[in-house]
């Protein structure tokens, strides 16, 4: 079963490297060799909330920009509102988002241009279809792939 949608190259992989049953963050690692981006997410859920996230990661400015940007948005909002945000996040990549909506991304917004270059998108939708995965799978798998199942 793919887990992540087929928007992100064949190549990327997220993994669940830590339980988040000992108090610590789970974290998800997701790589694209062939644009050398590579994220780890962490994230700390607690009751619904997300307590705490944070990212290692190396690759373009685009990517790495658009996962801190994604960070601060995020962090101390509930798991409902993190996909609400989520949502609007990808409209603004496909040019369909409304001023009011746009609003709601605060400092994100200023990726929007994003749309403009087709290129580009798979960097800045990077960590976000993480989150996206991070939040759907929370204990619920070890591992997540686009890769095809046998």
Same mark, same amino acid.
């Given at each position: 079963?793919?887990? @992540? ?42 009751? +619904? ?9 190396? +690759?373009?400015? @685009? ?31 496909? +040019?369909?988002?409304?001023?009011? #909506? ?35 799978? #929370? ?8 890769? #095809?199942? #046998?």
């Amino acid at each position: 079963m793919n887990c @992540i949608p087929r928007s992100l190259p064949r190549t990327a992989a997220a993994k669940r490297t830590a339980t988040p049953s000992r108090g610590r963050p789970t974290a998800w690692r997701v790589s694209t060799p062939a644009a050398g981006d590579d994220i780890t997410l962490q994230l700390r859920v607690k009751d +619904g909330k997300i307590e705490d996230a944070g990212f290692i990661g190396s +690759g373009c400015a @685009i990517s790495q920009a658009s996962a801190s940007l994604m960070i601060d948005l995020v962090k101390g909002r509930t798991v409902e509102d993190a996909h609400r945000l989520i949502s609007l996040y990808f409209q603004m990549i496909k +040019g369909k988002i409304t001023p009011e #909506e746009l609003d709601d991304l605060e400092d994100v917004a200023a990726l929007q241009g994003i749309a403009h270059v087709p290129a580009r998108v798979k960097c800045a939708v990077l960590a976000w279809h993480t989150l996206e995965e991070a939040l759907d799978g #929370e204990g619920k798998t070890d591992k997540v792939t686009t890769e #095809e199942q #046998e």
